[in-house]
């Protein structure tokens, strides 16, 4: 059975408008609510995907955050909340792609910032749309054993914004589920530069699946 990340309150609302739509014999409107509720339903769907992580196997390994597209790589990028001389990934994801957003390493919260209100269309580059990396959006700073990674997402102009659930303090196993991506948008990615970038640009990622980056003793 096909799983979404549609929150519980909103299909029983649904459910509720159908049945008074076939109570009231509204059945030309109930029928083309149906569809536009399966619709939805199916454009968030979640995937089943049950990681068995192996701390062996995958130290020093970075997964994919999201399913999407790489559309932009740099190195030696400053950033005010992550820190300086890291490594920048951009990707794209399609409104077709499942919306997941998984943990690309095993992590402590560390902060959780929301800055909603910019936004740009998801097939430009983030700098020459946004014009700072410390833009508005939703930035997640993951600390790793005193090692700070940065994600953080911006919405496009016809998205919406992440659903997280997560708050700082909480630690995560690396691809694990943390919230989903409404209808996709950007991610940026900002690494470490200790990190050995294993993906280019116009790469196909898979959230939890994609190695994107390995640090070279782990290689």
Same mark, same amino acid.
């Given at each position: 059975?096909? $799983?979404?990340?549609?929150? @519980? ?8 408008? &159908? ?8 059945? $030309?409107?109930? +029928?083309?609510?149906? %569809? @536009?509720? %399966? ?11 049950? &990681? ?10 970075? &997964? ?15 950033? !005010? ?33 929301? +800055? ?18 410390? !833009? ?11 090692? #700070?990674?940065?994600? #953080? ?32 948008? #950007? %991610?940026? +990615?900002?690494?470490?530069? $200790? ?9 196909? %990622? ?12 782990? @290689?």
């Amino acid at each position: 059975m096909v $799983k979404s990340y549609l929150p @519980a309150k909103f299909n029983t609302f649904a459910f509720i408008v &159908f049945f008074l739509l076939w109570l009231f014999s509204f059945y $030309k409107t109930m +029928l083309l609510a149906m %569809v @536009a509720y %399966v619709v939805l339903y199916v454009t968030l769907r979640k995937n089943r995907n049950d &990681f068995r992580d192996d701390p062996m196997s995958t130290k020093g390994v970075m &997964f994919s955050p999201a399913n999407g597209k790489i559309v932009h790589i740099e190195h030696n990028v400053s950033h !005010g909340m992550y820190g300086e001389q890291l490594v920048e990934i951009q990707i794209m994801i399609p409104w077709w792609k499942e919306m997941g957003v998984f943990m690309p390493l095993s992590a402590e919260i560390k902060t959780l910032l929301v +800055l909603k209100g910019q936004s740009f269309f998801r097939y430009h580059k983030a700098e020459e749309k946004i014009g700072t990396r410390e !833009g508005k959006g939703v930035a997640l700073a993951l600390d790793n054993r005193g090692e #700070t990674t940065g994600l #953080t997402f911006f919405k496009c102009k016809v998205g919406l914004w992440p659903e997280l659930m997560v708050m700082p303090g909480d630690r995560g196993g690396r691809r694990v589920n943390i919230g989903y991506f409404p209808f996709g948008g #950007t %991610v940026m +990615l900002y690494l470490p530069k $200790k990190y050995e970038i294993l993906m280019k640009i116009n790469d196909e %990622v898979t959230a939890g699946e994609s190695i994107l980056a390995v640090i070279p003793d782990h @290689a």
